[in-house]
């Protein structure tokens, strides 16, 4: 035998029949007052559970080749606002049957006013039709309870309603959503501008389809590390978790993540 010769070449006679198909998932994970790094790393985590699934990380949406060429989207930003031509991207690969899985603030922009109040601007109208929604404002972390709004949908069949701590969001709704956790609260945003507005019941967890794709929208996951409020305050004294404590938690981060893989390849 030559130096050459390593013996038959294991991938001769591969197929895709032999090995499930790669799927490249773009996760943008950035943004401000939370603690993106753990929520990176935990997302990563679930992700690495699929071998198949090979993810690029970026803190924006500005990649757009990333965006074009992925099969999965996965989003946990706080105030990160695409540009017009990336939201132009999102719409038409969603439109193609992309699967987008978004997570927490990505549906918030937030300005902190002269008088000490935060506004929701309606800066990025297209970004929040895809979503389904925007974030308006919410009350003091505290606990309330999930409820199920659609038992019988695969994403939540056998959740039973829970109790979590975390930031209760209140939402302006786009379009047609299929709620599947919803929740209510007698409570006003604190130090949100369009805070009397907010009581009542709000979507947790949905669908908002678009074309021949869709996203999947989880408001919850609020994390915060001693870092995360610069430069409004040098320290936070807590570690926040929220519903990253709960297994529930991640077992809808893993159902999303199935769904996902779910989708018609293109």
Not at 2 to 29: M, N, W, Y
Not at 32 to 54: N, Q, T
Not at 90 to 102: P, S
Not at 132 to 148: D, K, L, R, W
Request: charged content about 25%; some cysteine; hydrophobic content about 40%.
């Amino acid at each position: 035998m030559s130096d050459t010769d390593h013996g038959p070449d294991p991938l001769a006679h591969a197929t895709e029949d032999d090995h499930p198909q790669r799927i490249d998932c773009v996760l943008v994970a950035g943004g401000l007052y939370h603690d993106i790094d753990f929520a990176r790393l935990e997302l990563l985590k679930l992700l690495a559970e699929h071998p198949e699934i090979r993810t690029r990380v970026f803190e924006d949406y500005e990649n757009l080749d990333a965006l074009r060429e992925a099969d999965m989207i996965i989003s946990y930003t706080c105030d990160v606002v695409p540009s017009l031509a990336a939201q132009e991207v999102l719409r038409d690969w969603l439109d193609a049957g992309g699967r987008w899985y978004a997570l927490h603030g990505t549906n918030s922009i937030l300005r902190l006013m002269d008088d000490g109040v935060w506004e929701a601007p309606r800066w990025a109208p297209l970004m929040m039709d895809l979503l389904g929604s925007q974030f308006v404002s919410h009350p003091p972390i505290a606990p309330y309870t999930v409820t199920v709004a659609d038992p019988t949908h695969p994403l939540v069949e056998g959740v039973e309603p829970f109790e979590t701590t975390d930031e209760l969001y209140h939402l302006e709704t786009h379009g047609d959503l299929h709620v599947l956790l919803e929740t209510e609260t007698a409570e006003e945003g604190t130090g949100f501008r369009e805070a009397a507005d907010a009581p009542g019941k709000h979507p947790v967890f949905y669908l908002k389809p678009r074309g021949k794709g869709g996203v999947l929208y989880n408001t919850l996951g609020h994390c915060r590390g001693h870092y995360d409020l610069q430069p409004l305050a040098p320290w936070w004294p807590t570690l926040d978790r929220c519903a990253w404590d709960l297994p529930v938690f991640y077992d809808l981060l893993r159902r999303g993540i199935a769904w996902l893989k779910d989708r018609e390849p293109a």
